[in-house]
């Protein structure tokens, strides 16, 4: 479904994207779309196979659940030490799977992010921990520059409000944009403001990996 924001990315911001095909519930649960998400970045940050990549040039990025998994992929690259996405975008990402969200009305109901929760997290515990809930990771230092996306509607906003409040307390240089008046789907609800949005994220994609 984000072939399109592939294609827009990969043409402005003149880099190669790579768009993960993981596994999705209910055929798998959390950790496996985490780890593929990783595990691909991490290819490419080694090189990429025939490719021939440079891993210092790397970036990773997402929507929604991608925002998620792109959260995910910075922190579990951070842990492992030995190499580091030089941006993450996030989406409106979600980022706290171990909580009930807020009651507000909005495309993201509480139904639905039940559902989810459920589905990739039968676990509940699995849902607190930092890589499934970034939102919850005891220390945000060390993880690479972000560029958090949300809309002013969208119930999910609170998680990257308060995500980018923590990247800064903890040092990591954040730009946060948020479309007004917009919920979830903040793109195709503002086609005009959303040509200055993607602009800006090819450029910070650009400058990152330049």
Do not use: K
């Amino acid at each position: 479904m984000d072939d399109w924001w592939c294609r827009y990315l990969a043409a402005t911001a003149e880099v190669l994207v790579l768009n993960v095909d993981f596994r999705a519930a209910p055929y798998v649960t959390y950790p496996v779309a985490h780890h593929q998400c990783h595990d691909v970045a991490a290819w490419a940050a080694a090189g990429g196979g025939d490719l021939h990549l440079d891993g210092d040039r790397i970036s990773v990025g997402g929507f929604s659940s991608g925002g998620n998994l792109a959260a995910s992929v910075s922190l579990q690259a951070r842990d492992g030490g030995r190499w580091l996405p030089a941006l993450q975008v996030l989406g409106i990402p979600v980022l706290d799977f171990g909580h009930e969200p807020a009651d507000e009305p909005g495309m993201i109901t509480p139904e639905l992010r039940g559902l989810v929760r459920r589905t990739y997290f039968p676990d509940a515990a699995g849902r607190l921990e930092p890589w499934a809930s970034p939102l919850l990771a005891p220390d945000l230092s060390g993880l690479p520059p972000a560029v958090v996306l949300t809309a002013e509607r969208d119930v999910l906003r609170h998680d990257g409000r308060r995500y980018t409040a923590r990247l800064r307390e903890a040092g990591v240089p954040v730009l946060h944009d948020e479309t007004p008046g917009t919920d979830h789907y903040f793109l195709t609800e503002a086609p005009v403001r959303a040509r200055t949005t993607m602009a800006m994220v090819a450029e910070s994609v650009r400058a990152a990996v330049s």
